[in-house]
Each structure stands twice: as structure tokens, then as C-alpha cells.
């Protein structure tokens, strides 16, 4: 099943069923021009982790960590399918990175990796838009990553039975494809990284983890859309606008 949370035309948030054009809640269909999609989990906090597809590291001329890199992307962050993502003021390169989600379904803390699949409620998309111009220069990221609207998520979460281990992700901004790779090129697996995670902080029911992009990421402009798509999960669109 293909889970989404919706607000249906009377304003009413609803967690239904997602039938890619159209979605349900108690006995109602709806088509999707009449309700708004919404980010289909409520992280307290979104996990990320960088550098964790070999090809990535190298075009950011940077070296394979080894050990998981971590940084958080919190609630002001989110933003949904349909949305339109507005990038900051003055920046010249925001760029997209297409990342696989992983959304917790439960609270948790010290999980071993064999134990891992019993923590994962299911699987999400979600872009990490990225402020290369403050990133570059700090060390904590906050500028660069974790502004109003940085991380596009959606539009579902997909069971974990939907997602085949070499699921393919890819990026296309106006059409043309950017990002193409598969989520089995990750460096350090998503067992891997709950272990490593849940070592140092209790994750909780609706945190995700970003699992890292593949190469391929470029610059967002004025007026593009954008589109993410994980094999099995679905596609995540959104627009951007140049404040």
C-alpha cells in the first residue's frame, strides 16, 4: 500500500490511500485536483546523511566518509508534493538532491542493524535542496541546509514491500533528466545507518532519514519543476520560485 496524508475539500487532514491519480479516506475518492497533498509523515526531525554515493563525493571533489556523515534537517524544512519550494534570497547556487527516505515507525534507540526492518514503518522520497553558498563556508550546515521549505517530501510512504534493494532514483528538472542511479550504490546500507543513528539519539514514529544522493546534482532556477522518482515508491513533484 501506498499511504498519503491529505487535507479533502471540507479542510479536513486525512491519512488514506494513494491510487497515483487519485486518493481515499473512509469509503471517499478524490481526485487530486481537489484535495492538497500534504507531507505524508510528521518528522520531529529529518536525519541526513552526506557523501553516501561514491560518484557524489567525487563531483563535489570531496572524500568518501568512513563512517556515516550526519546532519539534521528539522520541521520548518518540510515541504509538500504540488508545493512550490521558494530558494533564498541572493543565492546563486541552490542546487537538487534526489534522496531515498526512510520513515521510522516507531520511537527507538539502539537498534542493531539485523533488527533494523522492524523500525521502518516504509519508504519515502524527498529532495535535499541544498544552499552550496553557505554550505561551503560553515561547518554546521544550518545556512545551507535547513531553511524554510529545504526538503520536499512525498508524496507517499510505500510500504517497505514496494522497495526492491536496486530500486532505481532518479531527477528531472523541466523534463530533462539530471540525476539517474540506483539505491544500490549506497555506501553505508540502511541497516547501516539506523545502527549508527539510533547510537546516538532515540529516533521517533515519523522521523525520516534522507539516505544520501547519487551524482548528478545541479543548480535550481526560477521557475523550474521538479520531479523525483524512486522505483516502487512513486514520484515526488514540486516548483521552485527565486524569492
Not at 541526513?48 to 570531496?62: D, F, L, S
Not at 529532495?127 to 554546521?140: L, W
Not at 528531472?172 to 547501516?192: A, C, H, K, M
Request: hydrophobic letters at 35%.
Amino acid at each position: 500500500m501506498h499511504h498519503v496524508r491529505f487535507r479533502d475539500p471540507a479542510g479536513a487532514v486525512r491519512s488514506g490511500e494513494w491510487h497515483g491519480d487519485s486518493v481515499s479516506f473512509g469509503g471517499e475518492t478524490y481526485d487530486l485536483d481537489e484535495v492538497d497533498i500534504l507531507p505524508p509523515c510528521e518528522p520531529s526531525k529529518i536525519v541526513c546523511i552526506g557523501r553516501n554515493y561514491a560518484k557524489h563525493a567525487e563531483e563535489r571533489n570531496e572524500d568518501v566518509p568512513d563512517r556515516p556523515m550526519l546532519f539534521l534537517k528539522p520541521p520548518n524544512t518540510l515541504a509538500g508534493h504540488g508545493d512550490t519550494v521558494t530558494l533564498p534570497a541572493g543565492k546563486e547556487n541552490v542546487e537538487h538532491e534526489a534522496e531515498l527516505g526512510v520513515v521510522i515507525g516507531e520511537q527507538c534507540r539502539n537498534v542493531a542493524a539485523e533488527d533494523a526492518d522492524s523500525v521502518i514503518a516504509g519508504y519515502t522520497i524527498l529532495n535535499d535542496v541544498s544552499n552550496r553558498d553557505d554550505q561551503d563556508i560553515e561547518k554546521n550546515w544550518v545556512r545551507g541546509k535547513a531553511f524554510d521549505g529545504a526538503a520536499p517530501i512525498g508524496p507517499v510512504v510505500a510500504d517497505p514491500d514496494h522497495l526492491a534493494d536496486d530500486a532505481q532514483i532518479s531527477l528531472r528538472v523541466n523534463g530533462e533528466t539530471r540525476q539517474d542511479s540506483s539505491i544500490d550504490y549506497l555506501i553505508f546500507s540502511i541497516p547501516e545507518l539506523i545502527e549508527e543513528i539510533t547510537t546516538y539519539m532515540t529516533l521517533e514514529a515519523g522521523d525520516v532519514i534522507s539516505t544520501g544522493t547519487p551524482e548528478g546534482v545541479g543548480p535550481l532556477e526560477d521557475g523550474d519543476h521538479v520531479e523525483v522518482e524512486v522505483e516502487g515508491v512513486g514520484v515526488l513533484e514540486h516548483d521552485v520560485r527565486q524569492e
